[in-house]
């Protein structure tokens, strides 16, 4: 099993993945004061809920990605002790399948390039990704397997929290998907004007996109609060809410070094306590009519 690790802005994402297959997804608290061993502490008692009492739990290796430089460092430490080899980062340096196109190619956010990797590699070109996450972050490559930069735009729920704070008179909301476009009392105006005006969002965008591409592109949405924005989307879409996470897999299975000899199948045991141990091009229809999300499963 190879353990990924996705260190966001809001959370670290901890995910198992067996012959790319995600198997399990667990998540922590984003601390930017946390030392690698307060994170193991967290990680011990995610790993020790989820093994089996006669089958540890062990990783062969281990991929990262991360959009909070203060704690890679503690993080890729964490995935040393678990695996007991040297974590693969994420970077433009490593094997993507990618050509950047773009003028700072270190500044494009990692998980940014792990879901266009995975996207360019599974999807028919060209592909626009788009992350629902603390951000809503586009990302476009081209035929060509070229990235070609994309959008960034505050999150959803980014948004609704900010009219709460900012605005004596709105009330925090609880998302959902808004039944119409037009309110009927604050709480459904806000609504509306976050969840289906990112929607529009992305119709709006994706458009756009393809104008300057000059031709159709493929479109996958993921993240947290995805689920909440794809039914309200007019532009064919697929949902794959694992779409990072078969990502870093990817980026593994690239760049991992051949692995070394081990006794007993390889890789760190990990028990209660630690031991050591592409489709033809598609086109899509003058008239755009609703889909509703299809989540992707393996």
Do not use: W
């Not at 990797?117 to 586009?138: Q, S």
């Not at 969840?195 to 119709?203: E, P, Q, R, S, W």
């Not at 309200?232 to 070394?260: F, I, V, W």
């Amino acid at each position: 099993m190879i353990l990924a690790i996705d260190i966001g802005n809001t959370t670290v994402a901890l995910g198992g993945i067996r012959d790319g297959r995600v198997c399990f997804v667990a998540r922590m608290d984003t601390v930017r004061t946390r030392t690698a061993a307060e994170y193991r502490v967290e990680m011990d008692k995610i790993f020790a809920h989820r093994r089996h009492p006669e089958r540890p739990m062990r990783f062969e290796g281990a991929v990262l990605t991360s959009v909070v430089p203060q704690i890679t460092g503690a993080l890729a430490e964490c995935a040393r002790h678990y695996t007991g080899r040297k974590p693969v980062i994420v970077s433009p340096e490593i094997r993507t399948g990618l050509t950047m196109g773009v003028e700072e190619p270190h500044a494009v956010g990692k998980d940014r390039l792990v879901d266009a990797a995975y996207a360019a590699a599974n999807f028919p070109l060209p592909v626009v990704t788009v992350d629902l996450g603390t951000a809503t972050t586009f990302n476009v490559v081209d035929e060509n397997r070229v990235f070609r930069g994309g959008v960034i735009c505050p999150g959803l729920s980014t948004g609704l929290r900010a009219l709460g704070d900012r605005c004596a008179q709105l009330p925090q909301v609880h998302l959902g998907s808004p039944k119409s476009a037009i309110g009927t009392n604050t709480e459904k105006c806000m609504l509306s004007g976050s969840v289906m005006g990112t929607a529009v969002l992305i119709d709006g965008m994706v458009q756009r996109i393809e104008e300057e591409l000059g031709r159709p592109a493929t479109l996958v949405v993921t993240g947290g609060l995805a689920k909440y924005v794809t039914p309200l989307c007019r532009h064919p879409l697929t949902y794959d809410p694992e779409l990072l996470m078969k990502g870093l897999a990817l980026l593994y299975q690239l760049n991992a070094s051949q692995p070394q000899h081990h006794s007993a199948g390889g890789g760190r045991h990990y028990g209660r306590q630690n031991q050591h141990g592409h489709a033809k091009q598609r086109t899509y229809p003058k008239k755009r009519t609703r889909r509703e999300p299809e989540a992707l499963v393996g």
